[in-house]
């Protein structure tokens, strides 16, 4: 019954929403142009608007001219005032429904609005994912869907406006019958508790055998859950047994009854989880969940690193499928198949520019939009929002890797800031990802620091097999860098640029640095691990992490 109305929905998605979305590619400058012209008139009258002449905006060309590209501090003190009084509409003609929180990883927590219709293209392009997600995987939609969210609602700001994701305000909101689908109740999103919570989520999922989709934005959440099931073999099966999560009874929360109230689990199930916990190797995911066809979550930059130690625990048949260019800001693209990991821009939605990688860097601003972009050539990006960013600079490095129609597919690269320069080598976080690739290392976590006293790259990393040969491996890595980047070579030819030295990190680094993390303020289910940056500028020494 569940599944019957699950195919229905996706034939109403592919009517409603798939259909126009890829026909429209065909003239996606016009349905730029015309999304433009509709964010400019309709915001001309907020205080925004009236500072930066949009009543005189009549073209891209004059758009381009007046509004020079924004940081967020252009827009904070227009967001402050409008979240103070929500009348002034003074960055948006709209009400403030509740705000996104960045997951920046240089920076303070920024607030960025959402509106009415922001969060109703948010629901659009979740709706496109999931049903070209079924497009390319239908078996992975057959048995119980793991889906991990941030919580609808973390804190209200001191304005009295909820701060939280669209992907809990979604979640929360699918009818009961769709529910049934899910393994998790979405209760358990909101537990403070960073470990309570996750194992939580491992008992749960470990109730369910045929699990056939996983979806959650970073991969190293899925290895967390099987680590944490590793470790708490004992108390998960008497969680299990009893009907209550011991840990629970600790946790302040309205939904400890609930949450307990889900826990059901069959005998057979029971017996096999016991038969598996018994065994003294270390369990995986193929071992408690064979059925999976599916795993959504980004593939690109440093995940990637953290993707590949998962899949090879997995079932062979399962494929991986990103989850598009997704920021607090914009929801970029919906990624519409697994061969390339590229997304179609949310041209519908969101006015897009781009500047070449070289240009930018150079200090040139030769915009272009969509349909000007070159296969396999990089770009910044440059967005403008119908919840109040005007030009905004991502910071973000994208790759053209197709075409549909006049509209480039798009993949995520890296962070535009993923670049260390120590004596003029510009090593670049794709480059260092290309060398990582070729060593084929078995690791959860690196990170790679520029030490500008030591003229020297160090690389930390948390192996997951013992007796790692780092010399070695420096060698070769040094090698392959050289073989990446011609001014690193020069550099280390002339030895003005010391070799790369390779530490190994104690068995739960990559958990403090991600817990130091959302301390400051990142989003826990959007982290994203830096892998290259000055040392100068990292969040932790983790050469106090070296074992």
């Known amino acids: ?169 979604f979640y929360k909101s699918v009818s009961k019958l769709v529910r049934k689908k899910y393994v998790l109740p979405y209760e358990v999103f909101e537990i403070e508790d960073y470990e309570l919570k ?12 045929n699990i056939s989709y996983f979806a959650t934005a970073n991969p190293t959440t899925i290895l967390k859950i099987v680590e944490i099931i590793n470790s708490n073999k004992k108390q998960l099966l008497k969680d299990l047994n009893s009907g209550i999560i011991q840990h629970l009874k600790k946790e302040k929360s309205d939904h400890v009854d609930l949450i307990n109230g889900f826990i059901k689990i069959d005998k057979t199930r029971l017996n096999e989880l016991k038969a598996l916990f018994n065994q003294d ?54 990624v519409i198949n697994e061969s390339t990991q590229g997304g179609i821009p949310t041209y519908q939605d969101n006015f897009f520019e781009f500047i070449e990688k070289e240009d930018f860097e150079k200090g040139e601003r030769h915009f272009l939009m ?37 509209c480039p597919v798009l993949c995520f690269i890296q962070k535009g800031k993923g670049v260390c320069n120590i004596t003029g080598e510009k090593l670049y976080e794709g480059q260092l990802l290309a060398a990582i690739a070729e060593l084929n290392l078995n690791t959860c976590f690196i990170q790679v620091v520029g030490d500008e006293q030591k003229v020297q790259y160090e690389m930390y990393a948390e192996f997951e097999e013992e007796n790692v040969n780092t010399q070695d491996l420096q060698s070769k890595l040094d090698k392959l860098l050289c073989e990446q980047n011609n001014e690193y070579m020069e550099k280390r030819k002339s030895n003005r640029l010391k070799p790369i030295q390779i530490s190994i990190l104690k068995e739960g680094t990559y958990e403090i640095v991600k817990r130091r993390a959302v301390e400051k303020g990142q989003r826990e289910g959007q982290y994203k691990p830096v892998l290259l940056q000055l040392k100068s500028e990292a969040m932790l020494d983790l050469s106090n992490y070296v074992k």
Request: charged share 25%; proline share 3%.
């Open 1 to 169: 019954m569940i599944n019957r109305l699950f195919i229905l929905k996706m034939f109403i998605t592919k009517i409603t929403k798939a259909r126009v979305f890829i026909n429209k590619t065909k003239s996606c400058d016009e349905v730029q142009i015309k999304l433009l012209r509709k964010i400019i008139n309709h915001n001309a009258e907020t205080k925004f608007g009236k500072d930066n002449n949009f009543a005189e905006i009549k073209n891209y060309e004059d758009y381009a001219s007046k509004l020079p590209i924004r940081e967020y501090d252009d827009f904070k003190p227009y967001i402050l005032e409008q979240a103070e009084n929500q009348d002034t509409r003074a960055i948006v003609n709209g009400t403030i429904l509740f705000f996104n929180k960045t997951s920046g990883t240089t920076s303070e927590p920024k607030l960025i609005p959402v509106t009415k219709t922001s969060l109703k293209g948010l629901q659009k392009s979740q709706s496109l994912m999931i049903y070209f997600q079924y497009l390319n995987q239908k078996n992975a939609f057959v048995g119980k869907a793991v889906g991990i969210a941030s919580p609808a609602e973390e804190e209200i700001s001191e304005h009295g406006i909820p701060i939280g994701a669209a992907s809990g305000h």
């Open 198 to 209: 996750y194992f939580i989520i491992g008992l749960f999922c470990l109730m369910n055998k």
């Open 281 to 334: 190797e270390k369990i995986e995911f193929k071992d408690l969940w064979p059925d999976l066809k599916l795993v959504g979550t980004w593939t690109g930059g440093s995940c990637g690193i953290a993707l590949k130690a998962l899949i090879s625990t997995m079932p062979k048949d399962v494929t991986s499928m990103d989850l598009g260019f997704v920021a607090s800001e914009v929801r970029g693209t919906v």
């Open 370 to 406: 969509l349909h000007e972009l070159e296969l396999e050539k990089e770009y910044y990006v440059v967005v403008t929002t119908q919840a109040g960013l005007y030009r905004y600079h991502m910071n973000d490095i994208m790759k053209v890797v197709d075409f549909k129609n006049k």
